[in-house]
C-alpha cells in the first residue's frame, strides 16, 4: 500500500509541474546522458595535473551548482547582491556560495542564496564518480543537507541528486538536480558560460523549482561576468520569471567571484 500511494505521489508531483517543469526536467535528464561519452575518457584525472590558468580561468555561473568538485585545496567564493522587484515594490538580498575541495574526487558546497528571506542553509557534499581525463568533464552525485539559520525555524531537511559538468576552452556546461523526498520538490538548474577573448563571459542559466501540489516557479538570467584577474570576477544578471506562478516580477544580480 505505502509503495502504491509513493508512486501516487510522484505522479501528482509530475503532473503539478506541467508541461514547462516536466519538459526543464527531460533537459536536464538529456544532458547527462547526451555527454556520458565525454565523461567516460578516464577516470585518471586532476590529480598531480598541472592546468595552465587559459584552462583554470572559466567563470562560475550565478547559481548553479559546479558540476564537479574543486581541487584538492582550491576555494571559490560567491558573493551575491540581488535586487528583486515585487509588484511595486524593490527588496535587496543578499547570498553566498562557498565551494572547496576536500579530497580528491569529494568537495563541499556551503550556500544559501538569500540569506535575508531563506531560512535555511545548504550543506552539500559530491563526490565525482565519473570525470574525463582532462578533468574537465564529469558526473557527480551529491548529498545535501538544509540548516535552519534563521530564528525560531528548527527544521532539517535532507536532498540528493546528481550533477554534471562538460567543458572546452571557450564553453562550459554545467547542470545539476536535487530531490527533496521529505518536502516532495525538485529543484535544478543548467548552465551555460562562453567565453569571449580573455576576459568577458555571458552567462545564460535555466532555473527549475517544481513542489507536489504547487504550481511550478521557473526563471532564466542572462548576464555577463568580466575577470579582472586570475582571483577576481564582477558580474551583473538579469532574471525573469517563465513560468505562471512567480515570487517576482524581474531581479538584478550583482555578483562578486573570488578564488584562491
Given at each position: 500500500m505505502?509503495k502504491?500511494?509513493?508512486h501516487?505521489?510522484?505522479?501528482?508531483?509530475?503532473?503539478?509541474?506541467?508541461?514547462?517543469?516536466?519538459?526543464?526536467?527531460?533537459?536536464?535528464?538529456v544532458?547527462?546522458?547526451f555527454?556520458?561519452?565525454?565523461?567516460?575518457?578516464?577516470?585518471?584525472?586532476?590529480?598531480?595535473?598541472?592546468?595552465?590558468?587559459?584552462?583554470?580561468?572559466?567563470?562560475?555561473p550565478?547559481?548553479?551548482?559546479?558540476?564537479?568538485?574543486?581541487p584538492?585545496?582550491?576555494?571559490?567564493?560567491?558573493?551575491?547582491?540581488?535586487?528583486?522587484?515585487e509588484?511595486?515594490?524593490?527588496?535587496?538580498?543578499?547570498?553566498?556560495?562557498?565551494e572547496?575541495?576536500?579530497?580528491?574526487?569529494?568537495?563541499?558546497?556551503?550556500?544559501?542564496?538569500?540569506?535575508?528571506?531563506?531560512?535555511?542553509t545548504?550543506?552539500?557534499?559530491?563526490?565525482?564518480?565519473?570525470?574525463?581525463?582532462?578533468?574537465?568533464?564529469?558526473?557527480?552525485?551529491?548529498?545535501?543537507?538544509?540548516i535552519?539559520?534563521?530564528k525560531g525555524?528548527?527544521?532539517?531537511?535532507?536532498l540528493?541528486?546528481?550533477?554534471?559538468m562538460?567543458?572546452?576552452?571557450?564553453?562550459?556546461?554545467?547542470?545539476?538536480l536535487?530531490?527533496s523526498?521529505?518536502?516532495?520538490?525538485?529543484?535544478?538548474?543548467?548552465?551555460l558560460?562562453?567565453?569571449?577573448?580573455?576576459?568577458?563571459?555571458?552567462?545564460?542559466?535555466f532555473?527549475?523549482?517544481?513542489t507536489n501540489?504547487?504550481?511550478?516557479?521557473?526563471?532564466m538570467?542572462?548576464?555577463?561576468?568580466?575577470?579582472i584577474?586570475?582571483?577576481?570576477v564582477i558580474?551583473v544578471?538579469?532574471?525573469?520569471p517563465?513560468?505562471?506562478?512567480?515570487e517576482?516580477?524581474?531581479?538584478?544580480?550583482?555578483?562578486?567571484?573570488?578564488?584562491?
Amino acid at each position: 500500500m505505502a509503495k502504491k500511494e509513493k508512486h501516487i505521489k510522484i505522479k501528482k508531483l509530475l503532473q503539478s509541474g506541467n508541461k514547462i517543469s516536466l519538459l526543464a526536467l527531460l533537459c536536464l535528464l538529456v544532458v547527462a546522458v547526451f555527454f556520458q561519452p565525454a565523461f567516460c575518457q578516464g577516470n585518471d584525472t586532476m590529480k598531480g595535473m598541472d592546468m595552465s590558468e587559459e584552462e583554470m580561468d572559466m567563470v562560475h555561473p550565478f547559481f548553479t551548482h559546479m558540476g564537479l568538485p574543486d581541487p584538492v585545496g582550491h576555494y571559490a567564493l560567491r558573493l551575491s547582491g540581488v535586487a528583486a522587484r515585487e509588484e511595486e515594490h524593490t527588496l535587496g538580498d543578499f547570498g553566498f556560495h562557498l565551494e572547496a575541495g576536500l579530497l580528491d574526487r569529494v568537495g563541499i558546497h556551503i550556500r544559501n542564496d538569500r540569506v535575508l528571506n531563506n531560512d535555511h542553509t545548504e550543506f552539500m557534499l559530491q563526490y565525482a564518480a565519473i570525470r574525463s581525463q582532462d578533468g574537465m568533464s564529469g558526473f557527480s552525485p551529491f548529498a545535501e543537507v538544509e540548516i535552519p539559520t534563521h530564528k525560531g525555524e528548527r527544521h532539517t531537511y535532507g536532498l540528493v541528486g546528481f550533477s554534471t559538468m562538460w567543458s572546452t576552452r571557450i564553453l562550459e556546461l554545467n547542470q545539476s538536480l536535487e530531490y527533496s523526498p521529505e518536502e516532495e520538490a525538485l529543484e535544478g538548474s543548467v548552465s551555460l558560460v562562453g567565453k569571449v577573448g580573455k576576459r568577458l563571459f555571458p552567462v545564460v542559466e535555466f532555473i527549475l523549482a517544481a513542489t507536489n501540489g504547487e504550481k511550478p516557479q521557473n526563471s532564466m538570467i542572462a548576464g555577463l561576468k568580466y575577470r579582472i584577474n586570475k582571483y577576481v570576477v564582477i558580474g551583473v544578471g538579469y532574471q525573469i520569471p517563465v513560468t505562471e506562478s512567480k515570487e517576482f516580477t524581474h531581479q538584478m544580480l550583482f555578483q562578486t567571484d573570488l578564488e584562491w
